[in-house]
Nanobody, 121 residues
Framework: QVQLVESGGGSVQSGGSLRLSCAAAGSSFENNAMAWYRQAPEKEREWLAT???????NYRDSVKGRFTISRDNAKNTVYLKMNSLKSEDTAVYYC???????????????WGKGTLVTVSS
């Protein structure tokens, strides 16, 4: 079983910055790709960024250049640094990973409970 716990959300003014953290437990963190998603009110959950076990990152176009995903394998933690925040960034932000389950011969998905980010204009 894998547990993901996000933190670092809060309220910030437009143009401000926040750093989200996601602490992982119960898996070989360093071997797993990690991702951030968000879900705004009355909208579908959307992918934001992924970082592989090798530290290679990819981003959604709308956050490229403003958001940075990173990881600290010694702390089993993945981060999302968000700069130049806009009101449309207001959402609940979720940490995600998927891990191969040999017994089931399938990938198992794991989500945190999310952390709320509110950006006021």
């Amino acid at each position: 079983q894998v547990q993901l716990v996000e933190s670092g959300g809060g309220s910030v003014q437009s143009g401000g910055s926040l750093r989200l953290s996601c602490a992982a437990a119960g898996s070989s963190f360093e071997n797993n790709a990690m991702a951030w998603y968000r879900q705004a009110p009355e909208k579908e959950r959307e992918w934001l960024a992924t970082i592989t076990s090798d530290g290679i990152s990819n981003y959604r176009d709308s956050v490229k250049g403003r958001f940075t995903i990173s990881r600290d394998n010694a702390k089993n933690t993945v981060y999302l640094k968000m700069n130049s925040l806009k009101s449309e960034d207001t959402a609940v932000y979720y940490c995600y990973t998927r891990i191969w389950d040999g017994r089931r011969s399938a990938f198992m998905s794991y989500w945190g409970k999310g952390t709320l980010v509110t950006v006021s204009s």
